[in-house]
């Protein structure tokens, strides 16, 4: 008889469930456990209260080996004149030269125009990593639509061989007595505050000037272009946090970059971290996910031990985490925080 075959599945409707690209995983039912010890009894006696649940597995960007990954940074920031707009959907426009769509916001005047006239008073939203402006609902666009600022153009990062992007959420507890009572005690859950930190690692190049943009406490637009191709990519604002050399005589010397998000306070910026997916290989599963974590929504997510039967539930996506590297393969880490009691999936 084979071994089965385990999947963990994810879906953002419970009705289709899609299959994480992994090879392990691991369900975690822990109850925290209170002390009920009396007097007169000479043992130690523990009850079981609350129950929190966990699902966590890897998934792999299938077909890519490691080395076709990309890392970027800006490069000189370069004039956009009445720069053509393609309509995304609905009132969202992008930048239709896609070596042009990620937007200086430090420069001004930024201006959109709707049949050559000035619409910046009808904008929702610019989305500036990845060149695309909303309209208000309100507004009728006529077209065509243009912009008029600077873009970056986006140049690699010198010997870089490694990477690792983490993308945490909070778990805020929502648990209260009515909610445990009919969920057979187990904890339940929303998303909260979300992290992301970038580490670089490569061989020291002079031209990346990571030192100076530590110094100058520089905020730059970093991508992360795991296919190499642009089929699925993320931005967004980083400053640098720590640059580290390190090496051996007759080595080369290697060189650890640290970043954190940095959240640039402006009303119109649609965000400051954004994932972008055109024709992509990636696994529906892993978008899914990914969708789930970065607009703090729930997903459901079923764990079936011999690929057929198990249990499900919604949850928390609290790591959506990548590592790469030259000898490795694009790798997410996820971890999902149930919130409330299991079902039997499918």
Known sequence: MPVAAKRVQVSSDNATYYTLPGNTGQLSLDGNAVDDTVFGQLYKSEQTTLINAQITAPAFYKGLAGYNAKLYKPGTSTALTTEPMTLVSGKTYEITNAAKRVINRTFSPINVFDNAVNANAEVLNFDYLFGRVTFKASYTVIGPVTITGQYYPMVQLAKANSF???????????????????????????????????????????????????????????????????????????????????????????????????????????????????????????????????AGDLVWVSYLPDGLVGFKTQAVVTNASLASSVEGINTFSFQFQMTGSFVAAP
């Open 164 to 294: 690792s992007l983490t993308q945490s959420a909070d778990a805020v507890d929502t648990t209260d007595f009515e909610t445990a009572q009919g969920n057979s005690g187990y904890r339940t859950f929303q998303a909260g505050l979300k992290t992301v930190n970038l580490e670089t690692k490569g061989f020291y190049d002079v031209t990346n000037a990571f030192k100076a943009a530590l110094e100058a406490r520089t905020v730059l637009i970093i991508e992360v272009n795991p296919d190499g191709t642009g089929k699925s990519i993320a931005r967004g604002f980083f400053i640098p946090m720590s640059d580290q050399l390190a090496g051996n005589v007759g080595a080369l010397e290697e060189e650890t970059v640290k970043w954190n998000l940095n959240v640039p306070s402006d009303d119109l910026m649609l965000a400051p971290f954004n994932w972008i997916h055109n024709a992509t290989t990636l696994s529906t599963a892993v978008q899914k996910a990914l969708a789930a974590w970065l």
